[in-house]
């Protein structure tokens, strides 16, 4: 994708990975994308049976989105319980 700011990019890569995730019977969520290049996302499914799956799930989501999108530092996962808790807000 070109042009678009870091957040337009992060939405269109995130679509394709959830698309990924959905086939492997997980899913997750674009929670926020801030300028200094922080992902912040909420996974569920099968890629959350153990701490480890869902590690490595959110270090793929990161590898991918900083190979397509400029810009994007770090991903973190938020805990479903948490996310809720701030949309509140």
């Known amino acids: 994708m070109v042009g678009g700011n870091i957040q337009e990019k992060v939405e269109f ?4 990975i ?9 899913d997750v969520e674009l929670i ?3 300028n200094h290049g922080v992902v912040r996302i909420c996974l ?15 270090l793929d989501i990161e590898k991918t989105l900083k190979r397509h999108v400029s810009g994007v530092k770090v991903v973190m996962e ?9 949309q509140s807000w």
């Open 78 to 86: 938020d805990d479903l319980f948490e996310v809720n808790k701030y």
């Open 32 to 34: 926020r994308t801030t």
């Open 13 to 16: 890569v995130m679509k394709q």
């Open 44 to 58: 569920s499914g099968q890629c959350c049976s153990d701490r480890l799956n869902r590690l490595l799930t959110t």
């Open 18 to 26: 959830r698309a990924e995730l959905l086939s492997r019977s997980s």
